[in-house]
Every structure is written in structure tokens, then in C-alpha cells.
């Protein structure tokens, strides 16, 4: 696991417990489906006015006919390794937009994935 998380990207406001199971739902997918031995990154970076949040995995990648449905409750992709409910990334997408932000997935197969979570950055002036 990598992280590539640099100081000073600016603060987003959430509940900490909540988010963590967000991002907790995302890094032991991104593990599961990546090779042994393989690198899991985890990356921020500002993007206008939301900090993005990145895991990367070496994984097989997902069909583009079931990008769209991979946060929907209990989906478990053809292929996937066996030992997940299909709730994970739901629930993941659920706590995010709870948090105003946003949720998605860039794959390819046999390129692996990018699941990213992006959210309202905390106005420099401190408002809500």
C-alpha cells in the first residue's frame, strides 16, 4: 500500500467514522482484486473546488458494461474473487453522498482500477 497523500491540500468536513468506512470499503477491494505483491495506491489532490481521493489497483479491471452498476446493492461482478456481500462499494456510495460529495470508478480490463471519492473542500474563509 502507498499512499501519496501530500500536506496542504485544504480540509473537507466530514465525519470521520463514516468516511473511514467509505475509504476502508475501497483500499480491501482494491487489495482483493489486485495480484500478490502488487502496489495499492492511495492519492488526494485539489480538483477545483473538491479534493479527489484515488485507490488505484493492479486488478482485472472492470467491462464497461458494468461501470455503471457496481455501486448498486448486493452486485458482485462475473469473475470477482469469492468472500464479498456486494454491499461494500453501496455503502460506500451511500456515505459519500451523505457527505454532499461524489463516488466513481475509470476501468479497463486487464488495466485495473480507479475507484475515487470526491469532496466539497472547506471554504479558505472557514463557511459552510
Known amino acids: 500500500l502507498r499512499s501519496e497523500v501530500l500536506p496542504g491540500l485544504g480540509e473537507v468536513s466530514v465525519d470521520g467514522d ?3 468506512i467509505a475509504f476502508a470499503n475501497l483500499l480491501q477491494n482494491a487489495i ?3 495480484p500478490r505483491g502488487e ?3 492511495f492519492r488526494a489532490r485539489v480538483e477545483g473546488f473538491d479534493v479527489r481521493f ?3 489497483d493492479a486488478g482485472e479491471g472492470i467491462a464497461a458494461e458494468h461501470l455503471q452498476v457496481v455501486f448498486e446493492k448486493y452486485v458482485q461482478l462475473p469473475g ?3 468472500g464479498g456481500a456486494g454491499l461494500g462499494l453501496f455503502i460506500a456510495k451511500e456515505i459519500v453522498e451523505a457527505h ?3 463516488i466513481g470508478v475509470e476501468s479497463e480490463p ?3 482500477s480507479t475507484f475515487w471519492i470526491s469532496l466539497p473542500l472547506v471554504p ?3 463557511s459552510e
Open 54 to 56: 484515488e485507490v488505484v
Open 39 to 41: 502496489t495499492v495506491v
Open 80 to 82: 470477482a474473487p469469492p
Open 124 to 126: 479558505a474563509d472557514g
Open 100 to 102: 454532499g460529495g461524489r
Open 18 to 20: 463514516r468516511i473511514q
Open 32 to 34: 482483493r482484486h489486485s
Open 110 to 112: 486487464g488495466k485495473g
